[in-house]
């Protein structure tokens, strides 16, 4: 299943506490101090990890919790040092603290590490008290405990271009045509219930990353249909591919529709709205031969003042041109955005 929020307790090792203990042999019945110190907690670290793309995984760990350290021993052993726990998370996990809502990390390349709860400091045993003063101290520290907090994991896909639409509008089918990826397509709207990624190779070596996402309706952003969750998706992405079906069955109209789309990125917030947008009419094997596909996209180019290209992800027709158009646009991009620096619903 594919998980992209979820909270975490987590909890780093105690401290081992250091021991009052004294040394004996033979013929020295009263030797001096030898308590060990006790061994540092573990600590919990964050790791991101490409291969992943979901927290499905991680649905059996309700309390991520790393070791102990060891009590100290006798002849000034030191206890041994708790394991840290390193939990895998998927690249492009922005990590806040439900307490403050704030961000405190954001794992982006794989291998990021990040300590989520450090470990406890062991306490020192009577061996390490003795002075010239005082050749037999009775003290010794008891370790401190490891921190203690909870987080909020969300997740934001690592993608170049964002492909969005309303239901049926051909996403899955271009990224499959465009990728090796291998999305669910079909007839019906609401096939993809999860975004998909796929790698889309340009010449000389270029590709980018290219995120299918679910279909948007009219007021996704109040929570129709898939609502607008998967939105957070496309907010790592530079650019925008904004796919219209030039006759949709249920008789809509292309430009109205459109615009719905745009008003969810609106409402939406975070800027999407002024993302780069390219729009692709699509389905142009179907709908070329009667004009309707041209008419849909001069019609788009005049009300939203954009180049808008007519493609099939079925005959392969206009592919070239987007994706030449879609190298260049990247280039031209700013970088997206930061991720939000607070959580806009703590809890
Ligand atoms: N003839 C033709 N059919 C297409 C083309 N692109 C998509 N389709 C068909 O349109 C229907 C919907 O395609 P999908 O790719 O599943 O649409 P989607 O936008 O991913 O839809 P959701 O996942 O429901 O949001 C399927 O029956 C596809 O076969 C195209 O270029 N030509
Ligand atoms: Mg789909």
Redesign the pocket.
């Known amino acids: 299943m594919f998980i992209d929020e979820r909270r975490l307790k987590i909890r780093a090792g105690r401290g081992g506490d250091g021991i009052v203990s004294w040394r004996r042999e033979a013929r020295e019945p009263k030797g001096g101090p030898a308590g060990g110190d006790g061994g540092d907690g573990g600590d919990v670290i964050l790791r991101a990890d490409v291969q992943l793309t979901t927290f499905g995984d991680m649905d059996d760990m309700p309390i991520a919790r790393a070791e102990d350290g060891e009590r100290g021993g006798r002849n000034k052993c030191s206890g041994r040092a708790g394991k840290d726990l390193v939990v895998p998370v998927p690249a492009g996990t922005t990590i806040y603290d439900v307490e403050s809502g704030h961000r405190v990390a954001d794992l982006v390349t794989d291998g990021d590490l990040w300590v989520a709860a450090k470990g406890g400091y062991g306490g020192r045993g009577n061996a390490r008290f003795a002075t010239s003063t005082d050749q037999a101290p009775t003290r010794a520290e008891e370790g401190t405990p490891g921190e203690l907090r909870t987080i909020r994991l969300q997740l934001r896909l690592l993608a170049d271009v964002g492909l969005i639409g309303l239901p049926n509008a051909g996403?899955?089918t271009l990224l499959a045509r465009l990728s090796a990826a291998t999305?669910k397509i079909a007839d019906y709207p609401f096939?993809?219930l999860a975004p998909h990624l796929g790698i889309v190779h340009l010449p000389e070596f270029k590709r980018f990353v290219l995120a299918?996402l679910p279909?948007l309706i009219e007021g996704a952003s109040a929570g129709h249909g898939l609502g607008d969750r998967f939105l957070r998706h496309v907010e790592r992405t530079r650019l925008l591919l904004h796919l219209v079906d030039p006759a949709p069955m249920d008789g809509s109209d292309p430009i109205a529709n459109y615009h719905t789309i745009r008003r969810e990125l609106e409402a939406y917030g975070r800027g999407l709205d002024q993302r780069p947008e390219l729009v692709a009419v699509t389905k142009a094997d179907v709908w070329s031969a009667d004009g309707l596909a041209a008419e849909c996209c001069s019609r788009l180019a005049q009300e939203a003042d954009r180049d808008v290209h007519l493609i099939s992800a079925v005959s392969g027709e206009g592919l070239r041109a987007l994706l030449v158009a879609l190298a260049r646009a990247l280039d031209a991009a700013p970088p997206a955005p930061e991720v939000p620096d607070r959580l806009d619903d703590p809890r």
């Open positions: 996403k899955s999305p096939t993809t299918d279909g």
